[in-house]
Structure formats: structure tokens, C-alpha cells
């Protein structure tokens, strides 16, 4: 037992100095080392997983609701995550890890899948996501609107352009706008 614990001492010190020594490449335009990136993407999703799971999600297909995430979505999210005929952005390609493409994604079908992702949307809106340009939307934002902005997200998947601009344009006639307090944590 005293072997294996002085073993895994020196590997320890020897992945210290490496790591230490400038050895891993924390620039965004190099992969991370694929032992890596799937233990980044085991603890994000855990964690994910784990905070969301028991967020109750309210009715997600209330126009009024989709009507407010457009707004918001368009407002703040297509830099990165893009939007229905928009092209990558300087900003969007830039980024690492690269930011999911909604629109892109199947349509969830399922209403247990549509709800468990759901809650995962509104989780990482509110709270973010460390070391991925993500924001926490939550410091900002009211439940309701980031639960518009989950709702609305679920709706873009496989959005034409023509439909998400008919869409952005019609939240012109109705009360929806992006402004909201900013100022010492005002919602």
C-alpha cells in the first residue's frame, strides 16, 4: 500500500510540473487533449443534470411565453449561438468549446426528453457555464424570462429563416421588449 501511495505521490508531483510549466496550451484555437475534454463534458453535464433535475417547468407552448424568449433570444444570444439563416459571427468562431447551434438540433418530440431539456436550458441560462463565454443570464433576468428564453430554444430546432424573422417581427405588435432593469440587481 505504501508503493502505490508513493507511486500516485510522484505521478501527481511529475503532472503538477508539467501542468505548471506552461506544458497544457490553455489557448482557445487548440483542442483540449481528449482525456480532457471528456471529463470537461462528464462533469458539465453531471453537474447539469444534477442542478436541473427537479425544476418545475411551466407550460412551455404559451405564445405569450415564446413571443418574450424571441425577443430576448434575439437580442442577446444569436453572436454565439446564431440564429435561423444568420452566418457564424467573428464572435461565434472564436469560441472554445464552440456554442450548441439551436436551431440546428432535432426537435424533441418526447414530452419527458422536451421537459428534461427544458429544465437543463433554464439552468444554464440563469447560472452560466464556467470557462465557456456562457453568461448567467440569472443575474439579469427574471425566472419568467429565462423560462421564455428555455421555451423559445426548444421551439427554434429546425427554424427556417423566413420563420424565426416572421416570428421577431410579430413580437413588434405586441408589449415585448428587452428592456429590464440592470442596476444593482434589478429584474
Given at each position: 500500500m505504501k508503493t502505490i501511495l508513493s507511486l500516485f505521490s510522484v505521478v501527481l508531483v511529475l503532472v503538477l510540473i508539467a501542468l505548471g510549466s506552461g506544458a497544457y496550451n490553455m489557448a482557445a484555437t487548440e483542442k483540449h487533449?481528449?482525456?480532457?475534454?471528456?471529463?470537461?463534458?462528464?462533469?458539465?453535464?453531471?453537474?447539469?443534470?444534477?442542478?436541473?433535475?427537479?425544476?418545475?417547468?411551466?407550460?412551455?407552448?404559451?405564445?405569450?411565453?415564446?413571443?418574450?424568449?424571441?425577443?430576448?433570444?434575439?437580442?442577446?444570444?444569436?453572436?454565439?449561438?446564431?440564429?435561423?439563416?444568420?452566418?457564424?459571427t467573428e464572435l461565434s468562431v472564436g469560441l472554445y468549446p464552440q456554442p450548441p447551434i439551436f436551431h440546428q438540433r432535432q426537435p424533441v418530440v418526447d414530452s419527458a426528453a422536451k421537459q428534461d431539456r427544458a429544465r437543463k436550458y433554464f439552468w444554464v441560462i440563469k447560472n452560466g457555464l464556467k470557462m465557456t463565454a456562457m453568461p448567467a443570464w440569472g443575474l439579469s433576468h427574471d425566472d419568467d424570462s429565462i423560462w421564455a428564453m428555455a421555451a423559445f430554444i426548444l421551439k427554434m430546432s429546425q427554424m427556417t429563416p423566413e420563420q424565426y424573422q416572421a416570428l421577431i417581427h410579430s413580437t413588434e405588435d405586441h408589449t415585448h421588449t428587452h428592456a429590464h432593469g440592470h442596476a444593482h440587481g434589478e429584474h
Open positions: 487533449w481528449a482525456v480532457t475534454e471528456k471529463v470537461i463534458e462528464w462533469v458539465r453535464e453531471s453537474s447539469i443534470e444534477a442542478r436541473a433535475r427537479n425544476l418545475e417547468v411551466p407550460s412551455l407552448d404559451d405564445e405569450e411565453r415564446l413571443l418574450k424568449g424571441a425577443v430576448h433570444y434575439d437580442a442577446m444570444c444569436p453572436i454565439c449561438h446564431l440564429a435561423p439563416g444568420l452566418e457564424p
